[in-house]
């Protein structure tokens, strides 16, 4: 009998931890948009934050989809049946990487790059007093440093994932022609077949999503930083777990509601 006043004591606090936090979340994203108001504060940080985001990621996003590309063009290959038409290589290494791995993969990797570097960046400012500062001066923080690296994201990681997307295809072509039996046209004919316009656009939308979680998360839990250098550790490490499993959530959403319009 008396674990029931227990059990019921610890699910209430749980429900309150739940709807505490999701409450700050979203006052930290109203504060985001009420940003929007001072372009002033934003803009110039925001051109820089796509350099760094974007441009500073293209080596390793093209590293990755190259080897991405390549190996699921190879798996492919060698999991035909006998008979199969070589042309259907193309259309499976299309599908997966501009479907899926592209923007998936990309994604999780610069949520490790760019997402824990935002969050060390924010948290370290708050440990060192900087962010209270710029409260002192009546200067909106969230505009300062939240906001632009928002924008950043929701603009350069469809950019990079576009690369990417280039770059897979390409690297399974090499691989395919160079190390197999497939010929160009026969993998030329599989990537036309069954394509639509959509199929990128459904790409691009994940990309996005992915972006905005990945900016809103780790910036969200580098403000909320504490406890000194610790702090930062922890808040570094607790954003990129929460951005990676976010961004898996998203693309099975995005999958659930958008899957039923890819096909031609």
């Known amino acids: 009998m008396t674990t029931t006043p227990a059990l019921l004591g610890f699910a209430t606090r749980r429900a309150r931890g739940i709807l505490t936090a999701l409450g700050t979340r979203g006052y930290f994203a ?36 190259a080897f991405l590309g390549g190996v699921t063009a190879f798996q492919t290959r060698y999991q035909l049946f006998p008979g199969v038409q070589l042309s259907v290589v193309g ?39 900087q962010i209270d500062a710029l409260e002192t001066l009546s200067f909106d923080p969230i505009a300062y440093l939240a906001l632009p690296r928002f924008l950043a994201g929701l603009v350069m990681l469809p950019v990079l994932t576009i690369l990417a997307n280039a770059t897979a295809i390409f690297s399974a072509w090499a691989i395919l022609v160079t190390a197999t039996d497939v010929r160009t046209d026969d993998f030329l004919s599989g990537l036309r077949l069954a394509f639509t316009a959509f199929q990128v656009v459904y790409s691009l939308i994940k990309a996005t999503l992915f972006g905005a979680a990945i900016a809103f998360v780790c910036s969200f839990e580098g403000y909320r930083t504490e406890a000194g250098a610790e702090g930062v550790g922890r808040s570094t490490a607790l954003a990129v777990v929460i951005a990676s499993v976010s961004i898996l959530v998203l693309d099975a959403l995005v999958a659930a509601v958008l899957a039923p319009f890819i096909q031609a």
């Open 30 to 65: 109203r504060d985001v948009v009420r940003g929007l108001r001072e372009p002033a504060t934003w803009w110039p940080e925001w051109i820089r934050q796509m350099r760094r985001i974007g441009v500073d990621s293209v080596p390793l996003t093209v590293i990755v989809a």
């Open 91 to 129: 259309l499976i290494a299309r599908q997966s990487i501009v479907l899926e791995l592209g923007p998936l993969l990309t994604a999780l990797v610069l949520t490790g790059r760019v997402g824990a570097r935002m969050t060390a960046e924010i948290g370290t400012m708050r440990v060192t007093e």
